[in-house]
């Protein structure tokens, strides 16, 4: 007798992971009237490392789905500070600005949509492998396997199943870890801050409820000279002023700060295995140019009016649904994700920290137009 028991029900779609890429893709497709399941590792609601800072860009389309939070009481952030390491800083007028939101509340606001919409979700559940035979999916996940006409991949940055797959990507390490903490502080609820430091930079702006997050990036080296997170923070971190006054004077919300290791930015395949790939799966952006999110709101938007017409239309091969999804997804983001890798090299060191400032402070129209070109037009 196998071990292994197939759902009896063909999915049209099932989405892997629960993300803002997952949720959103999940809401869209359900509500064109097709069978969508949802297989996510954790169970909602559950914080995860992200600055938090969401790009205006996506404001319309998610009104236009009924989903835009007011209800959560988002912020409203339209101006932007750059500190050196040494504290310098200067701050310029965000073009479109953004809203900050925590990702507890956000998604979890999403997750309830989703299932109001007829998504079903299976939580507490990692898949780990996808087989595709006679153009259809078989998605494993512990002892059981769930069939579907089509499988997104919306799995984020990195996942062991991306080992399974056996993703290119995945073999070269990354040297990026990321830390986040929620603290009650004094901090202006306009503002999103990029504080540098030596061998990373933190992003602090304001979400819901007056409270603050504080997200950093650091080089995993560094991390490990220090020996653990509290002591790389008193060594490194607090010699920025700005930073100094966020760690030694707020109260911190969560017992342990949230971390995550190996953040890669290397480039992926936005088509793996029949598979479109969605969000950080697809792609990840550098978090400086705060705009991972809106990427993966936008190509939930682009995979999923794509799969509704590979669904609906029976001339409309999945070998075009592919060929489609590559194409809108490289015309949409492969330059504002090589932009954003260049941009990351300014950060994380004394010198290049505090040419970036001078650059703000002498020419605004030059710095303008990097803040330009990470992020995306309103769709
Ligand atoms: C330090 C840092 C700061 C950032 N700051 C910002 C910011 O301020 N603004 C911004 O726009 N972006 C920011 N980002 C980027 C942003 O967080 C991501 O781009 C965004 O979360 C991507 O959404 P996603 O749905 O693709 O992935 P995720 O939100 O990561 O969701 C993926 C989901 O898949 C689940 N999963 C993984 N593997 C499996 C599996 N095998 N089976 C089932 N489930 C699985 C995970 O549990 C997870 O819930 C930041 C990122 C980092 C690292």
């Not at 988002?74 to 040494?86: G, R």
């Not at 999103?192 to 080296?221: K, M, P, Q």
């Not at 607090?238 to 953040?263: A, D, M, R, V, W």
């Amino acid at each position: 007798m196998s071990t292994l028991e197939i759902n009896e029900k063909m999915k049209d779609v099932v989405i892997i992971g629960g993300g803002l890429a997952g949720l959103l893709s999940a809401l869209q497709l359900a509500r064109e009237g097709l069978s969508v399941c949802v297989i996510e590792k954790k169970s909602f609601p559950f914080h995860r490392v992200c600055g938090e800072y969401i790009s205006n860009e996506v404001v319309p389309f998610l009104q236009s789905l009924g989903v835009f939070p007011e209800q959560l009481h988002p912020t409203n952030i339209t101006q932007f500070q750059l500190s050196a390491v040494n504290g310098k800083s200067a701050t310029l007028p965000l073009d479109l600005g953004g809203f900050g939101i925590s990702r507890y509340n956000f998604d979890l606001f999403l997750y309830e949509k989703a299932k109001q919409a007829g998504v079903t979700f299976i939580l507490n559940t990692e898949v780990q492998g996808v087989s595709f035979h006679e153009n259809h999916f078989l998605v494993s996940h512990g002892v059981e396997k769930t069939e579907a006409r089509l499988v997104l991949g919306c799995f984020g940055k990195r996942s062991k199943l991306d080992v399974a797959l056996n993703r290119k990507f995945i073999s070269k390490r990354s040297p990026y870890v990321g830390v986040k903490y929620h603290v009650r502080t004094d901090f202006p609820s306009d503002l999103v801050a990029l504080h540098n430091f030596e061998g990373g930079y933190c992003g602090v702006s304001n979400v819901e409820n007056n409270i603050t997050n504080l997200c950093y990036l650091v080089n995993r080296d560094l991390l490990r000279r220090h020996g653990n997170i509290a002591k790389m923070e008193t060594a490194v971190l607090i010699k920025n002023p700005h930073l100094k006054k966020l760690f030694t004077e707020s109260e911190f919300l969560f017992e342990k700060p949230e971390t995550i290791n190996e953040i890669s930015f290397a480039t992926k395949e936005p088509v793996q295995n029949h598979m479109l790939m969605i969000g950080d799966a697809a792609g990840m952006i550098t978090p400086l140019c705060g705009n991972g999110m809106a990427m993966a709101i936008r190509s939930s938007k682009i995979a999923s009016e794509l799969a509704t017409r590979f669904m609906v239309e029976t001339n409309y091969s999945r070998q075009s649904l592919e060929n489609d999804y590559t194409k809108q997804w490289t015309a949409t983001f492969s330059k504002r994700l090589w932009f954003g890798r260049q941009v990351q090299k300014l950060f994380g060191s004394k010198l290049a920290s505090n040419m970036a400032i001078k650059l703000i402070v002498h020419s605004p129209f030059l710095a303008h137009r990097i803040v330009k070109g990470t992020h995306g037009e309103v769709f």
